[in-house]
């Protein structure tokens, strides 16, 4: 197995501007999903995909956006960043047929000034 | 809404004390339920789960059952060590794939000698 992976760790941006997140899901896992986590806070979901297609999406608004690519590689977008979206941002990959085994990455800690 | 209470924290105990951290959740159907765990600087890590009532989850010395009459999954430990200091959230997730994981707010854990 080879885990979840996430990039970057951390990074820093400020108001208006845009950022784009990436995962490597576990090898064949073909459903992503990703989770918002406010400090002190429990993770948020954000939106799920499967098969390069969104399924189920949380109460984010439509400047949060994700791509699912073939070889289980994922993005998450964030467009006009706002300073409540300085968040720790949890990928989790899982199989459809096994849809309780969800496998989350380290995630990447954004800051926005 | 489905949601999930969690006791809150954080939750201070001496080395091989009992652990109990309160779970109840409100969703319709009979969901699948979770605790997750979360070291410090790391993403999430599945540590039991229980799919249907009266199930009994149980990982690394914790336990916790599914209780559908009280709506409750607490989590229990007979005897913390140092290494069980971390947040542990409580999960649960519909049946089908289309389902989001749905959180706790956490309750903080630490563990002195």
């Known amino acids: 197995e080879t885990g979840v992976t996430q990039s970057p760790t951390h990074l820093i941006k400020t108001r208006g501007q845009q950022v784009t997140l990436r995962c490597s899901s576990q090898?064949?896992?073909?459903?992503v999903s990703w989770y918002q986590q406010a400090l002190g806070q429990g993770p948020q979901f954000i939106f799920q995909?499967?098969?390069?297609?969104?399924?189920g999406r949380g109460n984010f608004p439509p400047r949060f956006s994700g791509l699912q690519f073939p070889n289980y590689s994922s993005e998450l977008n964030v467009n006009a960043l706002e300073l409540d979206d300085s968040a720790l941002y949890l990928c989790?990959?899982?199989?459809?047929?096994?849809?309780?085994?969800?496998?989350f990455g380290a995630g990447s800690r954004l800051t926005v000034l | 809404g489905d949601s999930v209470t969690q006791m809150e924290g954080p939750v201070t105990l001496s080395e091989e004390a009992f652990l109990t951290i309160n779970c109840t959740y409100t969703?319709?159907?009979?969901?699948?339920l979770f605790w997750y765990v979360q070291y410090p600087g790391e993403g999430l890590q599945l540590l039991l789960k229980?799919?249907?009532?009266?199930d009994k989850g149980s990982n690394k010395g914790f336990e916790a059952t599914y209780r559908k009459e009280t709506t409750s999954f607490h989590l229990e430990k007979g005897s913390v060590q140092v290494s069980d200091s971390a947040v542990y959230f409580c999960?649960?997730?519909?049946?089908?794939?289309?389902?989001?994981?749905?959180f706790g707010p956490g309750t903080s854990l630490s563990v002195i000698p």
């Open positions: 989790a990959s899982s199989l459809v047929s096994q849809v309780n085994v969800l496998t």
């Open positions: 090898s064949g896992h073909n459903t």
């Open positions: 995909y499967y098969r390069e297609e969104e399924n």
């Open positions: 969703a319709t159907g009979y969901p699948s």
């Open positions: 229980a799919t249907k009532a009266d």
């Open positions: 999960a649960l997730r519909g049946k089908t794939s289309y389902d989001k994981v749905i």
